[in-house]
């Protein structure tokens, strides 16, 4: 049994739209897939309109969050999407990423590059705007060569010459709430120092005590399409005895942006037993099965 616990669409900063997604995720031979946009669960209805027979859809999102200046993402799972306090923790994330990308223009502008607000949303399309569709702006005018290449201190990387932070969420709150909306908690890609300062090991106890379920331990890491990977066997390792020690559940994924990325569906998987104990804690939304799709 193949499961990948991490992936995105045009709902937020992926190429392939939810539809085209899952039918890849079968054509990979994944037998389940999560769908885990950007703080948004508008992607999910195509994803279930287009689940194909044998593929298995588990909803989610992947949340923005902060501690003590560090950025970092939390995956929820199977949450009730309807669920007032969560949803409004992720308005309030999303709606801030236009200002957010609109102030980042005005400041790659007073850098001398000429990207505009209507190349950046044409990029993004219905997805909710973010640093990698302005990222692929740069791409497109010739600044660097690849996506990855912007979230550097020269341009869009936190502290960054054109960077600008966003509203991002409490990880604590962020817990609470989705175990409130009866969801699950993996903290996303703990170790992907290339993207900027990572939480320490203390902080990942004190979550665990506050209701974290699981670390994302097998995970590559692509920033870029030719960057390196960060969560190396030694890094991954290392991970596993932290999960193990804070009893936490160990997942593995391939963080999937289409061709923003070069990291493929099924990359990283989870063990069919932890997918079993996450489909057992949660009481918010269940997997769903695919019956052919349209």
Known sequence: MRIDLHTHSTASDGTDTPAELVRKAAAAGLDVVALTDHDTTRGHAEALAALPEGLTLVTGAELSCRLDGVSMHMLAYLFDPEEPALLAERELVRDDRVPRAQGMIV????????????????????????????????????????????????????????????????PFEAVRLVKAAGGVCVLAHPAAAQRGPTVSESAVAELAAAGLDGIEVDHVDHVDQVGPAEHDPRTRDRLRGLAADLGLLVTGSSDYHGSRKTVALGAFTTHPDVYGEITRRVTGAFPVPGTGGA
């Open 107 to 170: 400041k790659l502008n007073e850098l001398g590059v000429p990207v505009t607000w209507e190349q950046v949303s044409r990029i993004a399309g219905d997805g909710s705007v973010g640093r990698p569709h302005v990222a692929s702006a740069l791409v497109e005018l010739g600044v660097v060569p690849t996506v990855g290449d912007a979230f550097t201190e020269q341009w869009l990387a936190d502290g960054g010459r054109a960077h600008l932070p966003k509203h991002e969420t409490d």
